[in-house]
């Protein structure tokens, strides 16, 4: 499996650069990805930003796993719903990307990853349910992304998409950054503790749990860069010490950058959820 940290492309939704909704907010991220020199590119063919969710997920150099992408919370009746719907195969054809096809329905936003284990809620047995159990979509997902580890945490109910990446990211092969907001599903740190994993907590002051300062952990991670989401509020700072703190590589290099993302977050995601980032050639 391809870990974040070790990826070296990352690919847009063309709609971030021609929408102006987020024009500002694709301004502000490229500028910031030029000046590292950290290569982009923009995709075609999409029919919303949050590429993270459509796009196939990297195993090898050369193995990307293009899941079934039908997300419940774009199967409504209401007109424009299925509108919204990306279709991943379309996509990577206008990109040259030979896929491997599962019919494991799936959002890529529900996928953690580092080099040997995956983390995903359990909304995503519920997905599958008529297709197989929880044992055995284990199992598939096992060989499919070809790792020794996969964890199933509890899906937060509160949000519709039921996506871990606004739960948890990896520190390193063996630690994982939790948000506080999760500090009381205990269920998630005896999933964690079966699998031999140990986890931090990214904290804040203020109320205990604010879920408004959710989107810190959706961070956009390659092997060079970090950019954290900048909120304009007083935790920005914080949010950003502790990010340096619990990686040091990148804070050694000042590579961790902090650019707003308020654009995105009133549409409920971050820059996570707007990148598709890739180990390239």
């Not at 870990?3 to 709609?15: E, G």
């Not at 329905?105 to 995903?120: E, T």
């Not at 140990?198 to 991670?221: S, T, V």
Request: aromatic share 12%; proline share 3%; net charge negative.
């Amino acid at each position: 499996m391809i870990a974040d940290n070790q990826t070296n492309m990352i690919y847009f939704s063309d709609l971030i650069r021609t929408d102006s909704k987020y024009s500002e907010t694709c301004g502000q991220i490229t500028k910031i990805l030029d000046l590292y020199n950290v290569g982009y590119l923009f995709l075609d063919k999409t029919k919303d930003i949050w590429a993270r969710d459509y796009m196939p997920i990297q195993v090898s150099e050369d193995k990307f796993i293009e899941y079934r992408y039908d997300p419940d919370y774009l199967q409504g009746d209401e007109k424009g719903y299925r509108d919204l719907k990306t279709y991943p195969d379309i996509v990577c054809d206008s990109i040259n990307l030979k896929t491997t096809k599962t019919d494991i329905i799936l959002d890529g936003g529900n996928v953690i990853k580092s080099k040997n284990c995956v983390i995903l809620t359990d909304k995503i047995v519920k997905e599958n349910r008529l297709v197989c159990g929880k044992t055995e979509l284990i199992k598939r997902l096992e060989e499919t992304f070809e790792v020794d580890n996969v964890i199933l945490i509890p899906w937060d109910r509160e949000s519709e998409y039921g996506h871990s990446d606004g739960m948890i990211r990896f520190i390193d092969e063996e630690t994982v950054l939790i948000h506080e907001i999760y500090e009381p599903y205990k269920n998630i740190q005896q999933q964690l503790k079966q699998h031999g994993l140990k986890w931090e907590f990214l904290r804040f002051n203020g109320p205990k749990y604010n879920e408004d300062k959710w989107p810190y952990i959706n961070f956009l991670q390659t092997k060079d860069l970090i950019l954290l989401p900048k909120l304009n509020i007083d935790e920005d700072e914080l949010a950003l010490s502790q990010i340096q703190m619990y990686f040091p590589e990148y804070a050694e290099k000042d590579r961790i950058v902090l650019v707003v993302a308020t654009q995105l977050v009133e549409k409920d995601g971050a820059f996570n959820c707007i990148s598709w980032t890739i180990k390239s050639k």
